[in-house]
T-cell receptor
Framework: EDQVTQSPEALRLQEGESSSLNCSYT??????LFWYRQDPGKGPEFLFT???AGEEKEKERLKATLTKKESFLHITAPKPEDSATYLC????????????FGTGTQLKVEL | GAVVSQHPSRVICKSGTSVKIECRSL??????MFWYRQFPKQSLMLMAT?????????EQGVEKDKFLINHASLTLSTLTVTSAHPEDSSFYIC??????????FGPGTRLTVL
């Protein structure tokens, strides 16, 4: 059974204070690792897809990286508008079309 | 990114009534659509997966007679909560996937059953 664990559960940063969120996964065969951002009362917003170890993707202040066991979402010089819950999900060869989600990291960036 | 819409965004109903939620992919053809449920401060729980023109596949523990899913076209799926009760109150989110790997989510529907 696919498993996704995210840490920390919650993270409070000062504006400009860079940090990383972790997503550890166990799958039968990885077909994709996905990062989403979710604001309160909204559906998740797609950020990145990573497929193989060593792959990296960037978007504005966010950079996602992937190894064979985990993914990191690096946030550089965050701003208050980056405050949200960040979700990690995997799709595997054994899971069909399903995404298995972690429980998320709730990020709050303060002035 | 691709756009998925949901309607209504909020619904309040009396216990025992049925509620229909629509999910549309606006700028792509969704071969597969998914319905999720999310409780406060928890992650998304997959309820069912549907392919256009086929019966939905429900996750273990999800009552298919209570949560009716129809995926009649490549751009529209509906979730009907039949005989809703207060315990069905939740945030329901649909998601759609076309030919690519990415899966896009709707804005969600807040259901409150009185």
């Amino acid at each position: 059974e696919d498993q996704v664990t995210q840490s920390p559960e919650a993270l409070r940063l000062q504006e400009g204070e860079s940090s990383s969120l972790n997503c550890s996964y166990t799958v039968s065969g990885l077909r994709g690792l996905f990062w989403y951002r979710q604001d309160p009362g909204k559906g998740p917003e797609f950020l990145f897809t990573l497929y193989s170890a060593g792959e990296e993707k960037e978007k504005e202040r966010l950079k996602a990286t992937l190894t064979k066991k985990e993914s990191f979402l690096h946030i550089t010089a965050p701003k208050p508008e980056d405050s949200a819950t960040y979700l990690c999900a995997v799709r595997s060869t054994g899971g069909g079309n399903k995404l298995t989600f972690g429980t998320g990291t709730q990020l709050k960036v303060e002035l | 990114g691709a756009v998925v819409s949901q309607h209504p965004s909020r619904v309040i109903c009396k216990s025992g009534t049925s509620v229909k939620i629509e999910c549309r992919s606006l700028d792509f053809q969704a071969t597969t659509m998914f319905w999720y449920r999310q409780f406060p401060k928890q992650s998304l729980m997959l309820m069912a997966t549907s392919n256009e023109g086929s019966k939905a596949t429900y996750e273990q523990g999800v009552e298919k007679d209570k949560f009716l899913i129809n995926h009649a076209s490549l751009t529209l799926s509906t979730l009907t909560v039949t005989s809703a009760h207060p315990e069905d109150s939740s945030f329901y989110i649909c998601s759609a996937r076309g030919g690519a790997a990415e899966q896009f989510f709707g804005p969600g529907t807040r259901l409150t059953v009185l």
